[in-house]
């Protein structure tokens, strides 16, 4: 259908947050002729040192083939040059080590973002689209009216809109006024990014490694991968497991060092070097409910996973589209608001009901330490709570 005449200034959707979900929302919907506000607080542009510049989230699965196409956006994406990921290894339920390959995926390879770079082509799509992109952070909904305040003047404003898109990440600055977060458990990220070997290196300096390796350990688990700014480390646990000497470099690379498979990952690299470690919460979290009259919420506002699914930007281009295509919908028949909000709750249940069945299965095929509180809370969530604690 045509959208409505709307007054003269009258904003249809804001979309709170320019990561993947509120921009591709945001694309959604100014492509279908609705006046959207995309508003994003971060840098617009990629510093030319894209080499010092990092953003954590960085796996993008084979599966996001289908969907960068249906957007119109593939042949973009393939032009950027993102890394390739030809598959994983784990050693995961004992010391062996795993391989698996996307060879025989039907949607081919994966991909090592430059998270950066990724988001801003996003945000570009968007405004190509239409939509307005304006350097704010929504601080709070008050029916129709949002506070606003602006990035470089620190000005708090206030706007009208028909619909709010919450994709504010794990903020939920909307969502959590509306509905109830469930959170899974307590787990957390220590992560750093390791830069080229030493010159002085048999090997040489370039690490060409294209799959990410994930190994289990007594208190948590670990992860690596290559990525354009060099080679991402980070270590997963719980935030009241974590040792204090694990918050500096010497402590990170010394806990790295017990590990055997990640550990060799790193040969070549100069522990001198090493950077002091970054934290990032990293459980799983689901709100309920996800939209409501006048707002839906997306990406990691909606539903935020545990790294070891690697789902977590699939899923939040997935429920952008899905949101915007959602508030599309209820604007052009506010008749049907009702269903068309179900519906999109429904959606989101399902992923959220495949993830806790991935979850579980995954942790509890670990059994190695069964003293450990890290790996017993897993196993007991497994055993005795069918959705999120």
């Known amino acids: ?102 060879l025989f995926d039907p949607y081919g390879h994966g991909w090592h973002l430059d998270r950066l770079r990724f988001d801003a082509f996003l945000r570009d799509a968007a405004v190509a689209a239409g939509a307005e992109l304006r350097r704010a952070t929504v601080l709070e909904q008050l029916g129709s009216r949002l506070i606003v305040r602006e990035r470089g003047s620190a ?17 939920c600055v909307i969502g959590r006024r509306h509905g109830r977060r469930r959170r899974q458990d307590r787990l957390i990220t220590a992560y750093a990014v390791f830069r080229d070997r030493h010159p002085a290196h048999p090997e040489g300096q370039e690490d060409v490694e294209a799959r990410t390796l994930v190994e289990a350990a007594p208190h948590g688990w670990w992860y690596t991968t290559r990525i354009p700014a060099g080679r991402l480390v980070a270590y997963l646990t719980d935030r009241d ?92 028949d506010a008749g049907r608001t009702g269903a068309a909000l179900a519906t999109y709750t429904q959606f989101l249940e399902g992923i959220a009901a495949a993830y806790r069945r991935h979850h579980a299965y995954a942790y509890d095929q670990e059994q190695r330490w069964p003293s450990s509180p890290f790996w017993q809370r897993r196993r007991r969530v497994v055993k005795t709570v069918p959705g999120m604690a």
Not at 93 to 102: D, K, Y
Not at 155 to 171: K, P, Y
């Open 1 to 102: 259908m045509t959208p409505s005449v709307r007054p003269a200034g009258q904003v249809d959707v804001t979309v709170a947050g320019g990561g993947p979900a509120g921009s591709v929302a945001a694309l959604i919907m100014a492509s279908a002729g609705y006046r959207v506000l995309l508003f994003d607080d971060g840098p617009h542009s990629i510093p030319r040192s894209g080499r010092t510049a990092f953003k954590i989230g960085e796996s993008l699965p084979p599966a996001a083939h289908p969907l960068l196409r249906d957007l119109g956006l593939l042949d973009g994406f393939l032009a950027a040059g993102h890394p390739r990921s030809t598959g994983t290894y784990s050693a995961w339920g004992s010391e062996e080590l795993r391989g698996h390959s996307h």
């Open 155 to 171: 000005a708090v404003t206030e706007l009208h809109s028909r619909w709010t898109v919450d994709a504010t990440g794990r903020r």
């Open 241 to 332: 497991l974590v040792e204090p000497s694990l918050r500096t470099p010497e402590g990170f690379w010394r806990d790295l060092a017990r590990t055997g498979h990640v550990y060799h990952r790193l040969e070549g690299y100069d522990p001198a070097s090493a950077p002091v470690p970054r934290w990032a919460p990293a459980h799983g979290l689901q709100l309920t409910p996800a939209a409501g009259p006048g707002w839906v919420a997306a990406g990691d506002a909606a539903l935020a996973f545990d790294p070891l699914s690697s789902q977590g930007i699939l899923t939040a281009l997935l429920t952008g589209a899905r949101a915007g295509q959602t508030v599309a919908a209820c604007l052009a």
